[in-house]
């Protein structure tokens, strides 16, 4: 640490993953950091979460390891299953990379830790405070998620496109609680579900489905149970017995949004889904936002010029979001395959299973290899 953010003050905007991870990084290093977040309480919402190395290496090196690991579970495999059930392959995460740990939280869980974490390191949290126009502050960190005001004001209006998938995301009671944790892919033509255990005896589900009707893009709309079951009421395994457990659901469109193209002015800084949303289907969304984090820090640590600092954050962040997220485009079209190229890729992933089951998740270390924590070393 070079003592550049000792005593800086720092508003940062949401209390989300990216603004609680930046509080607890700016912190730590001396800032005096407000965090203005517009929800009444830090309260119980959403689903789970899935928490890869990358993002992991961050968060123990902010002393959270503790914390986290009695909040999550230690996942040990991804399992692909077609859409009767049957398996595809199995991307085996502690014979493959035993020295890291992917684990599943509760994102309530989550955001619990890191409140925590933040106020512990001198954040002071306000709550009610929605803002509309940026505040002023000599360094202002927008981390106001999906519709940033931060971003606007960075970057103007953009319009976000449908894809045309919704996804409907569930918690329900675990009936196989006691069962290894994993994360198990369902993968039918045109939809498919992702599922994994979560601690005290719960489970998540998340379903997607190629869909032509707009629907909104939110966290917090309801739908009818009944809309999911016969979505998937052609799925086997243990998908029906799931979705029989399910008494409430949530749905939202997926939209793609562009990777700002601005993230900074000198003054104003973007973090998390405010600088790059991301759909669900790399589970990188929470932990993109961890890695902005500790990179933001580090850069301002660095330097005790702002503009160079923000500059040089921009610079290393763009290019490695930008990849996560088209790579999260990219997988939706794999799991939604119809026909002969499904039979086809099916049959390519059974037989790579087969003959060498580590490449499968080896295409990943580019992803998971990466530990921001060396970066400004
Ligand atoms: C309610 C909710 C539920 C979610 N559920 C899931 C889930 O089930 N599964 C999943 O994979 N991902 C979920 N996510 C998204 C996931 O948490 C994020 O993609 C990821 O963690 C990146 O976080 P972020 O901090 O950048 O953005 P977010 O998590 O969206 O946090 C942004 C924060 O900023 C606050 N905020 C926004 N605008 C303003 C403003 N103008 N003034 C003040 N505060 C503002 C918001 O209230 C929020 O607390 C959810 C997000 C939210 C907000």
Same mark, same amino acid.
């Given at each position: 640490m070079s003592g550049a953010l000792k005593d800086r003050p720092v508003v940062i905007v949401g209390a989300g993953v990216a603004g609680l991870t930046s509080a607890i990084a700016l912190g730590r290093r001396g800032a005096r950091v407000t965090v203005l977040e517009r929800a009444d309480?830090?309260?119980?919402?959403? /689903?789970?979460?899935?928490?890869?190395?990358?993002?992991?290496?961050?968060?123990?090196?902010? !002393?959270?390891?503790?914390?986290?690991?009695?909040? &999550?579970?230690? &996942?040990? /495999?991804?399992?692909?299953?077609?859409?009767?059930? /049957?398996?595809?392959?199995?991307?085996?995460?502690? %014979?493959?990379?035993?020295?890291?740990?992917?684990?599943?939280?509760?994102?309530?869980?989550?955001?619990?830790?890191?409140?925590?974490?933040?106020?512990? /390191?001198?954040?002071?949290?306000?709550?009610? %405070?929605?803002?509309?126009? =940026?505040?002023?502050? =000599?360094?202002?960190?927008?981390?106001? !998620?999906?519709?940033?005001?931060?971003?606007?004001?960075?970057?103007g209006r953009e319009v976000p496109f449908f894809t045309h998938q919704v996804a409907w995301r569930a918690v329900i009671a675990d009936a196989d609680a006691d069962a290894v944790p994993e994360a198990r892919i369902f993968m039918g033509p045109g939809r498919h579900l992702v599922s994994y255990p979560l601690p005290g005896g719960l489970r998540n589900l998340v379903a997607v489905q190629e869909r032509h009707e707009w629907q909104d893009e939110g966290w917090a709309i309801p739908d009818d149970p009944g809309n999911l079951r016969a979505t998937f009421s052609a799925f086997g395994g243990p998908v029906p017995g799931w979705l029989s457990a399910v008494n409430e659901v949530h749905v939202w469109g997926l939209f793609r949004h562009e990777v700002a193209r601005r993230w900074q002015d000198g003054r104003h800084a973007l973090v998390g889904d405010a600088a790059h949303p991301t759909l669900p289907f790399m589970a990188q969304g929470a932990v993109m936002a961890i890695e902005d984090a500790w990179s933001l820090a580090a850069c301002l640590d660095a330097s005790a010029d702002q503009a160079v600092a923000l500059d040089r954050y921009q610079a290393m962040r763009a290019p490695r979001v930008t990849r996560i997220v088209a790579a999260a485009n990219a997988n939706a079209r794999n799991y939604h395959l119809t026909g002969t190229r499904r039979i086809l890729a099916h049959a390519a992933l059974r037989a790579a299973q087969r003959v060498a089951p580590g490449q499968l998740l080896s295409r990943f270390d580019w992803l998971y290899d990466h530990d921001p924590t060396l970066e400004l070393r």
């Open positions: 309480a830090i309260r119980e919402v959403g /689903a789970g979460l899935q928490l890869s190395p990358n993002g992991m290496r961050v968060l123990d090196a902010l !002393g959270l390891s503790r914390p986290i690991a009695q909040a &999550s579970l230690r &996942s040990h /495999a991804v399992a692909l299953h077609d859409a009767t059930g /049957a398996p595809v392959a199995r991307l085996d995460l502690i %014979r493959h990379r035993p020295q890291d740990e992917f684990r599943l939280v509760h994102r309530a869980r989550l955001i619990e830790v890191l409140a925590a974490a933040a106020r512990d /390191a001198g954040a002071r949290i306000e709550l009610n %405070r929605a803002v509309t126009t =940026p505040p002023e502050a =000599p360094l202002v960190i927008g981390a106001d !998620g999906l519709r940033s005001v931060i971003r606007s004001h960075l970057n």
